[in-house]
DNA sequence: GTCTATAGAAGGATAGAC
DNA sequence: GTCTATCCTTCTATAGAC
């Protein structure tokens, strides 16, 4: 029956998946979970002992699962201007699909700060720069991304890709009210974004604007 | 005796506000907030009835106050591209001395979607965006700002303001890791966001770009 | 491995004295 | 208006039968 076992507690992780994501850990219900699965509470606790064992497997393979999703942008034999236009793509395809997973991961984290260094510690962030450094020197030279405003740049571009889906009740909210579709805002931003993040980074034209 | 009413009532629902941002709604217990307000559990049901009263006057103030600070941009008599500047500068100041306050409310916001309605229904969105046309026709030409995709700018703007708020785990713990200050990143974020917006909007140099 | 039944604790809410 | 004491429900977790 080890086949089975493996049915019902990937069941049960699945649920939990489905369950914690739709209500955080703190609105989440171990009955819920258990009801979703088609199982009873006892169980759940026969496969992951407490509430935040069960959590934090859930959480790490979600939180791992997104982050994932950066990776392949730094493998890729593209061109800096492509790695752009991919991520973008990719990215919002991914959150289409899993349109809660960013709120859930960052107001968790939010709430228990103590989970990041877990999630950041295999992630070696100046590696990924010197990787993108050696691919694009020139690249970064000519957009003018230095190691002063690297944060700047990349949180923006972030911030373009994940926002839409952190603030998603009210865009869609506003837009139902004035003829607006969120869907379709969504299948235009995968290159809407990529377009105002390269312009943004331009170093043309830089004396036609009146800033000060 | 109704002065000390008052401050009891005041010191209840700052207390409130204190911890419901804090932990959310789920998380947030009433002994907490009577422990935090030196009052007892007995008192928070006879000035608020129920912890939904309660949470629900909290949120109502604190979503108003955050969206009223993105009215001043439409008043002042300013230039569309200090408009930007102004917008930045004030936000991102604003959210500073509340730096929670964005994922609470988009968090409970997206836990109740029923609350938007409520939220949006005083604000008339395409009234302002006349106002904002009316003021700025040229400079809404001069930057291909149109009815088409004022969305995907409006939204791109907002979230170059609140990401930084929502991620702030993430982006703290990683810079941290290799030296670099939140507190300061944020203090250039006021300038470089609204740079970076412009040049974004600005006509020039497409053809230089490489998108298909 | 899966179930039913229940322990045990916690949380929201109310009664009633002052 | 404020307090103590307590009710009642809900929730996590476990015991024990099958």
Redo the contacts with the bound molecule.
């Keep these: 029956?080890t086949e089975?076992?493996k049915?019902?507690?990937e069941k049960i992780f699945e649920s939990a998946t489905e369950i914690f994501i739709e209500k955080g850990m703190d609105g989440?219900?171990?009955?819920d979970i258990a009801d979703h699965a088609?199982?009873?509470?006892?169980?759940l606790?026969?496969?992951y002992?407490?509430?935040?064992h069960l959590f934090n497997a859930v959480f790490e393979k979600m939180a791992g699962l997104m982050f994932k999703k950066f990776a392949p942008v730094f493998d890729e034999r593209l061109s800096f201007e492509d790695k752009i236009k991919f991520f973008f793509r990719e990215h919002i395809t991914f959150l289409q699909q899993n349109p809660r997973l960013p709120a859930f991961i960052l107001y968790e984290l939010s709430r228990h700060p103590e989970r990041i260094k877990k999630l950041i510690q295999n992630l070696d962030v100046e590696k990924l720069w010197e990787t993108l450094e050696k691919q694009h020197e020139k690249d970064l030279k000519k957009y003018n991304i230095t190691k002063e405003n690297i944060p700047q740049f990349m949180t923006s571009v972030a911030a373009m890709s994940v926002f839409p889906f952190l603030a998603k009740p009210i865009i869609s909210g506003v837009m139902e009210k004035i003829g607006y579709n969120f869907d379709e805002y969504l299948e235009q931003r995968k290159s809407y974004a990529p377009e105002f993040i390269l312009k943004a980074i331009s170093k043309t034209n830089r004396d036609e604007l009146t800033l000060t």
Excluded: C, Q, S, V
């Design positions: 029956m089975n076992d049915l019902t507690e989440a219900r171990m009955k088609g199982i009873n509470k006892a169980l606790h026969y496969y002992r407490t509430k935040d």
